[in-house]
């Protein structure tokens, strides 16, 4: 049973398979859902990885960042292990692998950009210029995302005609002015700190608004209830039956 393009695999669908590894990725995909979100980094050496954290201590028992550490040795890193022993010897994906499963399995992505200190603009500009120069024709355009006000910036200066959308845990009183400044197309909010009232003056302001992370079905009909336009969830299989 296909979800509703509302629902938004978190990570892949990380509430069963360890998050950002094409085990999750396809595990959204086989629950149902057609798009899902996952976190972009940069390695040492320029390559745009899956990863989420400042380090890989929680996933990989590793405390070294992204941006000090090449590929072959992220390659060598088991991310599999802290969550079962199921996914013992899963590897942090490649974008380019991370795409070729989306092809294979024709989903859309939220890819929000995660740059480690100092490489904030970097990483929004690198990512950007890949997604412009190798996005596959068959698959819906992305939507990018970040916290980062300058990892955003950087990415929509690149690619001004994709959606890009600006992520809150608080919302700021200024913003309107956020919004405005970074030209941001949607508002990507903590479901915790979003009051309807807020979300009709996200929706009336002519920003559509998504939520993370949702894992319990009766929030996420109530968000949607208020005009809410996506849900992120770790838990794909709870949502089924929300239009």
Not at 9 to 31: D, M, Q, V, Y
Not at 96 to 102: P, R
Request: proline share 5%.
């Amino acid at each position: 049973m296909a979800l509703s393009s509302k629902i938004f695999g978190h990570r892949g669908a990380s509430g069963h398979a360890p998050e950002n590894t094409l085990s999750a990725i396809a595990k959204a995909a086989e629950l149902g859902c057609k798009w899902v979100e996952v976190d972009l980094k940069l390695t040492a050496d320029g390559v745009i990885v899956l990863s989420h954290d400042d380090d890989f201590s929680r996933t990989a028992n590793a405390e070294r960042t992204c941006s000090e550490t090449p590929l072959y040795m992220i390659k060598a890193l088991d991310v599999g292990r802290w969550f079962s022993d199921e996914f013992i010897g899963e590897t942090v994906p490649t974008v380019s692998e991370f795409l070729s499963l989306l092809t294979v399995l024709n989903m859309g992505v939220n890819l929000e950009l995660k740059p480690d200190k100092g490489f904030e603009q970097e990483t929004g500009r690198k990512i950007a210029e890949y997604v412009r120069d190798n996005w596959p024709s068959q698959l819906p355009s992305p939507i990018i995302s970040s916290f980062d006000r300058d990892a955003l910036a950087a990415s929509h200066e690149v690619l001004p005609r994709v959606e890009h959308a600006i992520l809150w845990e608080d919302i700021p009183s200024n913003w309107q002015d956020e919004v405005e400044s970074l030209k941001a197309d949607a508002i990507h909010v903590d479901s915790d700190k979003l009051t309807e009232t807020q979300c009709k003056a996200f929706i009336d302001s002519g920003s559509p608004v998504r939520c993370y992370t949702v894992n319990d079905k009766d929030r996420a009909a109530e968000l949607i209830s208020w005009g809410v336009d996506g849900i992120f969830t770790d838990y794909p299989d709870r949502m089924k039956g929300l239009k």
